[in-house]
Every structure is written in structure tokens, then in C-alpha cells.
């Protein structure tokens, strides 16, 4: 019933810059958090951004001042960005899109995860 769908994943040279999107669609009441996580290759997943419903920012140290996290205007409020620059191959990961919302007022709070797109930082 909820769908996240992300975008915006690829190949870039170190320095570069790339912009993630992830719309959440489907049965949503109310979205507590929406977030960004990601994936290398054997390395635990772990909290790149996020984002509460009250607008609080939380970024993991390895990306403060490089990455940018925001919720989509009026029209758009079930969208999460990451914008990513100065990318170093480091950043290379699986990005996942994660959220946290009510598909009903009278439902829990639920988790849930996108497909992931990957992000290759390379010369």
C-alpha cells in the first residue's frame, strides 16, 4: 500500500555532486520521519540524513557540511532530497530511502524502505 520510490542515484567523479529523490505514494496519513541510509559493500547500513515532520536535520559527522537534506514543498511534502556534493569514492554505497508514517489515523506508525540506487563515487 506505501510505496518509496527513489531516483537520482549514478556515477560520479570525486568532487562531483548528485541529487537523490524518494517519493513516498499510496495509504499515508502522516509521515514522522523521512531519511536516507546507505549500504557499501560489506559494511553494516547506516543513517546518512534525516528528516522529522517538524523539520529537524540529522546528519551522520562523515557528511555534515557536504550532503543536504529537505522535504518537498507544499504540493510535494511526501518527497525527501539528498543533495550530495563534494563526493568522495567513500560515499559509494547503496542508498536507501526510509520512512516512517501512519497509513491511517488510526493505524501505527510503520517503517518503511525503498528499493535502494547506487551511488558510484570514481575517477
Known amino acids: 500500500q506505501v510505496q518509496l520510490v527513489e531516483s537520482g542515484g549514478g556515477l560520479v567523479q570525486p568532487g562531483g555532486s548528485l541529487r537523490l529523490s524518494c517519493a513516498a505514494s499510496g495509504s499515508i496519513f502522516s509521515i514522522n520521519f523521512m531519511g536516507w541510509y546507505r549500504q557499501a559493500p560489506g559494511k553494516e547500513r547506516e543513517l546518512v540524513a534525516g528528516?522529522?515532520?517538524?523539520?529537524?536535520?540529522?546528519?551522520a559527522d562523515s557528511v555534515k557540511g557536504r550532503f543536504t537534506i529537505s522535504r518537498g514543498n507544499d504540493k510535494n511534502t511526501d518527497t525527501v532530497y539528498l543533495a550530495m556534493n563534494s563526493l568522495k569514492p567513500e560515499d559509494t554505497a547503496v542508498y536507501y530511502c526510509?520512512?516512517?508514517?501512519?497509513?491511517?489515523?488510526?493505524?501505527?506508525?510503520?517503517?518503511?524502505w525503498g528499493q535502494g540506487t547506487q551511488v558510484t563515487v570514481s575517477s
Open positions: 526510509n520512512a516512517d508514517l501512519a497509513s491511517s489515523r488510526y493505524s501505527d506508525s510503520k517503517n518503511y
Open positions: 528528516v522529522t515532520s517538524g523539520g529537524r536535520t540529522n546528519y
